[in-house]
């Protein structure tokens, strides 16, 4: 049985190897080995291969290919420009114009893609050229894609969820279930933070918008048609009961498939590049995901997780108090942690506390989302900003971070909704329990 001492020297060994550049999935791993062998010596790497083909050979797992594959389809096929466009033609006349599109369209494109990242990138190239000699403050403009994009693994599917549910064993279909209203509704406090600011300062949103002609906004409206048919096919078949996610994954290829192919866009070449990005985001994924796994096993074997919860029993507090102690904890490690790392290497640990405090693992599995949302856009490590920046190619990622600050707000007064009024999270997976 290991010490809180030990626990903590652990923790910060973690944090010490991720802060010193090494990839993820090594330094998980690392500190597991470097736990194992002082505690118990070479006995404990034996299980590890046995360990690795159990966790992979994981039915669930088969989600994340698909899922990226899906979007990838989608955004190569041309599918995610012309949604962005068609959104502009009917958001465009609100206070703050095309800044609205950028939200609604990240939010959109979030129900398919899974990942805040590459929502990023794909929100971003298509965003940064219609912006251009508009006269926007471009601290809003990099400011709304980067935290519209965080929406990527809050709205479902979410990747970032069925890691979570994976390492939790909790329903993937009643975390995505949970993760709607909060999208939604945090979707729409960004559009009024812009509307507020448009309207006390109007020159962020430039000279204003001219409204194209009613005729040619209904036409464009098919174009919002082929992400809400792949939304609906895949979440519909998880709800009504003819598909699990992995099996909606594998749906949703399909009918991205169908869908390219009917507007002529579908080609080997782009098929290929699909794939091998795909294979890419697949491998650093389940590279992570085995190490975390291992992490675990090692952590339950040292008896951390039933430390944790004595220590816990101990500790006379309200429940509201260690969330805040938990939201400043993950701030902290936001900053320096890729989000991903972050919610792997803190799960052991974190998971005990919370259910200890009376909250379901649907409810901490939202909140730690939530979390994870704010570390992509917390700086030095903030993937999003890099993303933003990148793709804007030009200014200093100062401005993007400038940007960010009113939608983190929002983000922070989510969590505290959810803290409060626990049952907002619970009050769709309880509608079909």
Same mark, same amino acid.
């Given at each position: 049985m290991i010490g809180l001492e030990g626990i903590l020297v652990g923790f910060l060994i973690l944090l010490g190897l991720m802060m010193l550049g090494l990839h993820i999935a090594t330094a998980l791993f690392a500190t597991a080995a470097a736990g194992a062998w002082f505690y118990f010596g070479d006995v404990m790497f034996r299980p590890f291969g046995t360990m690795m083909w159990g966790t992979l050979n994981n039915f669930l797992l088969v989600a994340i290919p698909l899922y990226v594959l899906m979007g990838e389809i989608l955004v190569r096929g041309g599918v995610t420009e012309r949604m962005y466009v068609a959104l502009a033609d009917?958001?465009?006349?609100?206070? @703050? @114009?095309?800044?609205?599109?950028n939200i609604?369209?990240?939010?959109?494109?979030?129900?398919?893609?899974?990942?805040?990242?590459?929502?990023?990138?794909? =929100?971003?190239?298509?965003?940064?050229?219609?912006?251009?000699?508009?006269?926007?403050?471009?601290?809003?403009?990099? @400011?709304s894609v980067a935290s519209g994009a965080t929406l990527g693994i809050l709205i479902p599917p979410s990747i970032n969820m069925i890691i979570y549910? $994976?390492?939790?064993?909790?329903?993937?279909?009643?975390?995505?279930l949970a993760g709607f209203l909060p999208g939604l509704l945090m979707?729409?406090?960004?559009? $009024?933070?812009?509307?507020?600011?448009?309207?006390?300062?109007?020159?962020?949103?430039?000279?204003?918008?001219? &409204?194209?002609?009613?005729a040619e906004r209904i036409a464009r409206l098919k174009d919002l048609l082929p992400p809400l048919a792949i939304f609906i096919?895949?979440?519909?078949? =998880?709800?009504?009961?003819?598909?699990?996610?992995?099996? &909606?994954?594998?749906?949703? !290829?399909?009918?991205?498939?169908?869908?390219?192919? $009917?507007?002529g866009r579908l080609s080997v070449h782009m098929l290929v590049q699909s794939m091998l990005t795909?294979?890419?985001?697949?491998?650093?994924?389940?590279?992570?995901?085995? &190490?975390?796994?291992?992490?675990?096993?090692?952590?339950?074997?040292?008896?951390?997780?039933?430390?944790?919860?004595?220590?816990?029993?101990?500790?006379?507090?309200?429940?509201?108090?260690?969330?805040?102690?938990? !939201?400043l904890l993950y701030i902290f490690l936001g900053c320096f942690l890729?989000?991903?790392?972050?919610?792997?290497?803190?799960?052991?640990?974190?998971?005990?506390?919370?259910?200890?405090?009376?909250?379901?693992?649907?409810?901490?599995?939202?909140?730690?989302? =939530?979390?994870?949302?704010?570390?992509?856009i917390t700086p030095?490590?903030?993937?999003?900003?890099?993303? !933003?920046? @990148?793709?804007?190619?030009?200014?200093?990622?100062?401005?993007?971070?400038?940007?960010?600050?009113?939608?983190?707000?929002c983000m922070f007064a989510m969590v505290a909704l959810m803290t409060v009024w626990p049952a907002f999270i619970g009050f769709l997976p309880g509608l079909l329990s």
């Open positions: 009917w958001l465009n006349r609100m206070p @703050g @114009g095309l800044l609205h599109t609604a369209a990240s939010t959109l494109f979030a129900s398919i893609s899974g990942s805040s990242v590459a929502t990023a990138a794909t =929100i971003g190239t298509v965003a940064f050229p219609a912006f251009r000699k508009r006269g926007y403050s471009e601290k809003w403009v990099l @400011g549910g $994976a390492l939790t064993n909790t329903s993937i279909g009643a975390l995505f979707a729409a406090m960004f559009m $009024a933070v812009i509307v507020i600011a448009s309207v006390l300062h109007p020159a962020i949103a430039g000279g204003g918008e001219k &409204a194209a002609p009613m096919v895949v979440m519909g078949s =998880i709800y009504a009961g003819w598909a699990t996610p992995t099996e &909606a994954a594998g749906v949703g !290829v399909v009918a991205a498939l169908m869908l390219v192919g $009917a507007s795909t294979v890419g985001v697949t491998a650093m994924t389940l590279l992570i995901l085995v &190490a975390a796994f291992y992490l675990n096993f090692i952590v339950g074997v040292l008896g951390v997780p039933a430390q944790v919860s004595a220590a816990m029993s101990g500790i006379d507090v309200h429940p509201w108090v260690m969330i805040l102690l938990l !939201v890729d989000s991903l790392a972050m919610m792997i290497a803190t799960i052991p640990i974190v998971f005990p506390i919370v259910t200890h405090l009376g909250y379901d693992a649907i409810w901490f599995g939202i909140f730690l989302v =939530i979390m994870c949302e704010i570390a992509l030095p490590v903030g993937m999003n900003l890099y993303v !933003v920046q @990148g793709v804007r190619g030009r200014g200093t990622i100062a401005e993007v971070v400038s940007g960010t600050l009113p939608f983190l707000a």
